[in-house]
Antibody, heavy 118, light 107 residues
Framework: QVQLQESGPGLVKPSQTLSLTCTVSGGSISSGGYYWSWIRQPAGKGLEWIGRIHGSGGTLYNPSLMSRVNISVDTSKNEFSLRLTSVTAADTAAYYC??????????WGQGTLVTVSS | EIVMTQSPATLSVSPGERATLSCRASQSVSSNLAWYQQKRGQAPRLLIYGASTRATGIPARFSGSGSGTEFTLTISSLQSEDFAVYYCQQYNNWPKTFGGGTKVEIK
């Protein structure tokens, strides 16, 4: 059974870069034809899809964040990563990684809270 | 971007009763809709995809219906573990978008 686990700093200063990693266990990130997505949720609010990457490296981003987002994959470590540049308080949220069969999200990490504050 | 609107925002239901949650899309999404359950402090869990197909391990008391712009999630007999927030998500158009959620609380 595939499991996902987010990791990274819980506090980022304004204007700096948010960097998170999602480690996949119980299955290979490069097999099965899956995509791997990042989704975020500000406290008490709804969900926002950030973007996704295929095990082969192809990416797709939410247009609202496209100019600031980069998602990469490291198949040797079975993990994928999120970089979000020039962060502001509006980027404070719980960040989730999820397995994406191409449409819905069938397996989620537990989430990690990132606060943007000086 | 397709806007997903869920109603009501909060639904108060007694255990054992039926709960009906609605999700409306700003334009047709065909049957490309999923439902998720999120409990406090936890990640969302996939319940339904393809508007009406239950995900693996999801109890039969959860059912989904609808197509086009109007969708419904029905919980036939609420159990204590079902009190949570429910989100719909469309995947017909990019970017994938979620509704604002319906909180199902104990009456």
């Amino acid at each position: 059974q595939v499991q996902l686990q987010e990791s990274g700093p819980g506090l980022v200063k304004p204007s700096q870069t948010l960097s998170l990693t999602c480690t996949v266990s119980g299955g290979s990130i490069s097999s099965g034809g899956y995509y791997w997505s990042w989704i975020r949720q500000p406290a008490g609010k709804g969900l926002e899809w950030i973007g996704r990457i295929h095990g082969s490296g192809g990416t797709l981003y939410n247009p609202s964040l496209m100019s600031r987002v980069n998602i990469s994959v490291d198949t040797s470590k079975n993990e994928f990563s999120l970089r979000l540049t020039s962060v502001t308080a509006a980027d404070t949220a719980a960040y989730y990684c999820a397995r994406d069969p191409g449409d819905w999200f069938d397996t989620w990490g537990q989430g990690t809270l990132v606060t943007v504050s000086s | 971007e397709i806007v997903m609107t869920q109603s009501p925002a909060t639904l108060s239901v007694s255990p054992g009763e039926r709960a009906t949650l609605s999700c409306r899309a700003s334009q047709s999404v065909s049957s490309n809709l999923a439902w998720y359950q999120q409990k406090r402090g936890q990640a969302p869990r996939l319940l339904i995809y393809g508007a009406s197909t239950r995900a693996t391990g999801i109890p039969a008391r959860f059912s989904g219906s609808g197509s086009g712009t109007e969708f419904t999630l029905t919980i036939s007999s609420l159990q204590s573990e079902d009190f949570a927030v429910y989100y719909c998500q469309q995947y017909n158009n990019w970017p994938k978008t979620f509704g604002g959620g319906t909180k199902v609380e104990i009456k």
